[in-house]
């Protein structure tokens, strides 16, 4: 039997939620619900169970359930593939490339290594030990960025 499919686990998860509830009540925290999601993470996925919060003013209020989750900054999926965030950073790369393509027309070699690790090698490196990239596809999307801006600032022979 897979991970967490056990009836016992669901109920002391959900003892959890209604003690994290009860926690925040008792320090006046209002605890968006709309933003609680449930995620499970694992090869064999039981998506039956459904947790609920507590709410004293009317029914209890169940958790939506997602594929994705985002903390702090880092896209976790239910694979843990990391596949989402890793096309969010590049993106992210992409368009700070661009910034710096705009808006820095003329930059010395150390200039442009200043601004290039600030504004792109920041967006790739985020929490990496977190996310490591381990797979050859993902690897070469990653340097893929680099490599363009490398080939693109060495065209114009700075």
């Not at 200043?114 to 797979?135: H, I």
């Amino acid at each position: 039997m897979p991970l967490c499919q056990h009836p016992s686990d669901q109920q002391i998860l959900q003892k959890g939620i209604n003690e994290l509830v009860e926690w925040t009540q008792r320090w006046l925290l209002n605890l968006n619900t709309k933003k609680c999601l449930v995620v499970s993470f694992g090869r064999d996925i039981n998506k039956d169970s459904v947790y609920t919060i507590p709410h004293k003013d009317q029914n209890n209020i169940i958790i939506e359930r997602g594929n994705t989750v985002r903390d702090l900054g880092v896209i976790f999926d239910e694979k843990l593939t990391f596949k989402d965030h890793i096309h969010s950073k590049i993106n992210m790369a992409y368009k700070m490339v661009g910034l710096i393509k705009r808006n820095f027309k003329y930059l010395s070699i150390s200039s442009f290594v200043l601004v290039y690790k600030n504004l792109v090698r920041s967006q790739l490196d985020y929490c990496n030990s977190v996310w490591s990239p381990y797979r050859k596809s993902d690897i070469d999307a990653l340097e893929k960025v680099q490599k363009r801006q490398l080939n693109y600032y060495q065209k114009l022979d700075i």
